[in-house]
């Protein structure tokens, strides 16, 4: 759910990255910080488990524009990876505006891919949202391995409303931008029909 902030004139809207575990959400958060200039970015927090960890800060880009004189600020978490910690996940959507599923693009992980997006369904319709009104891209990460399935199977087993999907080797950062502009676009289009 967007948050208006009236006083700075921002709007907030919240990206979650969702996914298997080692799947390269993390990943994909360390580059885009890093990447980003750091007037345009907020702090990076990480909150650790014994087993995982959450990673979320904040950005303004300056290039979207404004939406009626106000700017948009994108907040971007993610979620633990093992199914462990579905009770974080859960409250990590809460509020959300768009997703990214991050796919591992092993073949030894993609009953992972299958799990993880039968529960980000579940966890979402807990929040009264669906996945197929939802702003959501899908991202084939790891496609620099050796051994890895065709994007084609991947988008057979895992395309779930024809959303717009990116192969991704998020450690290099190919396709990590692609990835987030793709949600980024949709939560605005959202945006400006209201």
């Known amino acids: 759910m967007t948050f208006i902030n009236y006083a700075t004139k921002e709007i907030n809207c919240k990206i979650v990255y969702y996914g298997p575990g080692l799947c390269g959400k993390t990943t994909n958060l360390q580059y885009i910080y890093a990447k980003t200039s750091p007037e345009a970015r907020g702090k ?9 960890r959450t990673l979320f800060f904040d950005f303004l ?3 979207l524009g404004t939406i009626r004189g106000f700017t948009t600020r994108f907040h971007l ?3 633990p990876g093992q199914v462990f910690y579905d009770a974080s996940r859960k409250l990590i959507l809460k509020g959300v505006d768009g997703v990214v599923f991050v796919a591992d693009s092993q073949p030894e992980r993609m009953e992972a891919n299958i799990e993880s ?6 966890n979402l319709k807990e929040h009264g949202l669906d996945l197929m009104s939802i702003p959501y891209a899908l991202q084939f990460n790891k496609r620099d391995l050796p051994n890895v399935i065709s994007t084609e199977e991947m988008y057979r087993v895992l395309n779930y409303k024809r959303e717009p999907t990116f192969e991704a080797v998020a450690t290099t950062g190919v396709g990590v931008f692609d990835t987030l502009k793709a949600v980024a676009k949709q939560i605005l289009i959202e945006l400006r029909k209201k």
């Open 61 to 63: 880009p300056l290039d």
């Open 77 to 79: 978490y993610t979620v």
């Open 117 to 122: 997006i039968r529960n980000l369904e579940a």
């Open 44 to 52: 990076m927090i990480s909150l650790a488990t014994e087993a995982d």
